[in-house]
């Protein structure tokens, strides 16, 4: 599989009719390409989706288009939505002169903002997040994006509005994890999150946050030192929108599927019974992934924080971990280092094994 080119090196083609893609350039094609079909307003995610699992199948033996105009002709292609039993459609007439246009823009702000971008065609496109449901079609990246290679790496979230208690074990297991060298994941918010993150770079560790918007800015703003320094620290920021978009309430929900796609546990610190935390342990279940909840010392305990750990328990069949005993902890971490296959599951899911 190709890798994308650094965007410093990124070249504008021109007459793309009769110009054929060198291989030196055809990994900046294969991103600008896929851009095009993205800002292209008649061309649902779903047909994209459809085309590129397509064009990687090496049983099919279809090219990857050379050009605008064979990419024009080989989207309409209905027996792929067949082969792949899609419902997506694409009119058959349309041009993707504009959707190139935007696709050129976010390829110079990406690059006024060093920004890498990730498509399907890079190595370091995570695998993971190709095979959850509606995967990202690409993926925007500021800091060390082999990073994104890992294969341990734990989720560590939690309300933003913690108590003492729940900030400290927060940045307890961060700074435990980073200790044993698993990849902290987080969505750079506040609270949880942001302890987590503090914790796995206080112990020397690497982390990645995955954030709700586009990488020209930050959210919250009050974490931009945070996530500079998770940049400085060899760790990575990561994000599905292109720069320029700002913050919305669904993008954070969007947002949570990658943190647990990304990931192959997810911890709960503290959480109530409602709130954004759950979107995440929710796409933890479907995804497969082995999900924990922190079990507070008795003393410690809220009754807001003793409902959403109720809720975990009883309703998303969430493992509790001891707050207390590190032991336990590191138990934990050992089985993550050791993938087993899922019985009933795709081949690919793996969940860790019992302890």
């Given at each position: 599989?190709?890798?994308?080119?650094?965007?410093?090196?990124?070249?504008?083609?021109?007459?793309?009719?009769?110009?054929r893609m060198s291989e030196l350039l055809n990994d900046n094609w294969h991103t600008e390409a896929i851009l095009s079909l993205l800002k292209t307003k008649?061309?649902?995610?779903?047909?994209?989706?459809?085309?590129?699992?397509?064009?990687?199948?090496?049983?099919?033996?279809?090219?990857?288009?050379?050009?605008?105009?064979?990419?024009?002709?080989?989207?309409?292609?209905?027996?792929?939505?067949?082969?792949?039993?899609?419902?997506?459609?694409?009119?058959?007439?349309?041009t993707l002169d504009a959707g190139n246009t935007g696709a050129q823009e976010i390829l110079r702000r990406s690059e006024e903002h060093e920004i890498q971008i990730l498509d399907w065609f890079s190595d370091l496109f995570p695998v993971s997040l190709k095979?959850?449901?509606?995967?990202?079609?690409?993926?925007?990246?500021?800091?060390?994006?082999?990073?994104?290679?890992?294969?341990?790496?734990i989720a560590v979230i939690g309300t933003r509005n913690p108590t003492e208690y729940g900030r400290d074990i927060s940045?307890?297991?961060?700074?435990?994890?980073?200790?044993?060298?698993?990849?902290?994941?987080?969505?750079?918010?506040?609270?949880?999150?942001?302890?987590?993150?503090?914790?796995?770079?206080?112990?020397?560790?690497?982390?990645?946050?995955?954030?709700?918007?586009?990488l020209d800015s930050i959210y919250p703003h009050t974490n931009a030192n945070l996530a500079q320094d998770?940049?400085?620290?060899?760790?990575?920021?990561?994000?599905?929108?292109?720069?320029?978009?700002k913050a919305a309430k669904y993008q954070f929900v969007e947002r949570d599927r990658l943190q647990s796609g990304i990931s192959k546990a997810v911890i709960v610190v503290e959480t109530g019974k409602e709130g954004g935390t759950m979107h995440t342990a929710t796409f933890a279940t479907k995804q497969a992934r082995d999900l924990r909840v922190v079990r507070f010392p008795q003393d410690k305990v809220t009754v807001e924080q003793q409902g959403g750990y109720?809720?975990?328990?009883?309703?998303?069949?969430?493992?509790?971990?001891?707050?207390?005993?590190?032991?336990?902890?590191?138990?934990?971490?050992?089985?993550?280092?050791?993938?087993t296959t899922i019985k009933g599951k795709n081949k690919n899911q793996t969940s860790i094994s019992d302890w």
């Open positions: 599989m190709l890798s994308a080119l650094p965007l410093e090196k990124h070249t504008v083609i021109t007459d793309r009719e009769s110009y008649e061309i649902r995610k779903g047909a994209i989706e459809t085309l590129l699992r397509t064009l990687l199948d090496e049983s099919r033996n279809i090219p990857f288009p050379s050009n605008l105009e064979e990419l024009s002709e080989i989207i309409p292609i209905e027996r792929t939505a067949k082969f792949e039993k899609k419902a997506s459609k694409v009119p058959r007439n349309f095979q959850i449901p509606h995967p990202p079609i690409v993926l925007y990246a500021r800091g060390d994006t082999s990073l994104l290679k890992t294969i341990n790496s940045h307890r297991f961060g700074y435990r994890l980073g200790q044993k060298g698993i990849v902290v994941v987080g969505g750079l918010a506040k609270g949880c999150d942001t302890a987590a993150h503090r914790g796995c770079l206080d112990a020397g560790g690497h982390t990645l946050a995955i954030l709700a918007n586009g998770i940049i400085n620290s060899k760790g990575c920021l990561l994000s599905e929108y292109e720069p320029g978009v109720a809720r975990l328990i009883n309703e998303f069949k969430a493992i509790p971990i001891d707050a207390e005993n590190e032991d336990e902890l590191d138990r934990f971490v050992a089985a993550v280092e050791q993938p």
